[in-house]
């Protein structure tokens, strides 16, 4: 079945610095999809990147979807403590969803 | 607009009983998802329906887990007998396009 590696498993930064993942696959994509999941909470969905070289931003936040439709990144600039969780990128295929691993996300005041 | 909503949202049982969860997704949310998250890991898909239909089950382990979406809305997921390993987050969300899915709050299940 399809399925998604995502890298890094963690990341540690201090408060300010910038934090990015990236999500990877070894077939093309038809959409990819990014979710947020506070420690203890459940995953929010944050975005869905469908066309080829696609970049959308949200405030700090930056999606990017290759152009080869293989892979996708979410970068945050200037991390602050709010963004402590852990980023999850989704693709649907076959009417299912299917997350990745994740990256949990630490920031250091 | 009301969440999707989950019970119970804690639940501690031995191995070799059964327990249900129950969830009642977002009004007008044809599709329904439930999810188990290991400790650590992504959500992995268990049971996915289309209104009272079966769209995909095959991460289910139908030989303890079931699942039932009678009329379309609420769902119910069953386990007989638990094992340890079914220790894990139990998350129900649901979509009206199928692209953003709402998650409820979980139900949190130990098998000692």
């Known amino acids: 079945g399809q399925q998604v590696m995502q890298i890094p498993q963690y990341q540690h930064v201090q408060e300010g610095e910038d934090f990015t993942t990236y999500c990877n696959s070894s077939t093309t994509l038809s959409n990819i999809q990014w979710y947020k999941q506070r420690p203890g909470g459940h995953p929010v969905f944050l975005i869905q990147l469908v066309k080829s070289g696609e970049v959308k931003k949200q405030k700090r936040l930056t999606f990017q979807f290759g152009e080869a439709k293989k892979n996708s990144s979410l970068h945050i600039t200037a991390t602050q403590t709010t963004d402590v969780g852990t980023y999850f990128c989704?693709?649907?295929?076959?009417?299912?969803?299917?997350f990745g691993a994740g990256t949990r996300l630490f920031v250091k005041a | 607009e009301a969440g999707v909503a989950q019970s119970p949202r804690y639940k501690i049982i031995e191995k070799r009983q059964s327990v249900a969860f129950w969830c009642n997704p977002i009004s007008g949310h044809a599709t329904l998802y439930w999810y188990q998250q290991i400790l650590g890991q992504g959500p992995k898909l268990l049971i996915q329906?289309?209104?009272?239909?079966?769209?995909?089950d095959s991460q289910l382990p139908k030989d303890r887990f079931s699942a039932e979406r009678l009329k379309g809305v609420d769902s119910t997921l069953k386990i007989q007998p638990a094992k340890l390993e079914d220790s894990a987050v139990y998350l129900c969300?649901?979509?009206?396009?199928?692209?953003?899915?709402?998650f409820g709050q979980g139900t949190r299940l130990t098998v000692v």
């Open positions: 969300a649901s979509s009206f396009s199928g692209v953003e899915a709402f």
């Open positions: 329906f289309q209104n009272n239909g079966v769209v995909d």
């Open positions: 989704a693709v649907t295929g076959g009417f299912k969803t299917i």
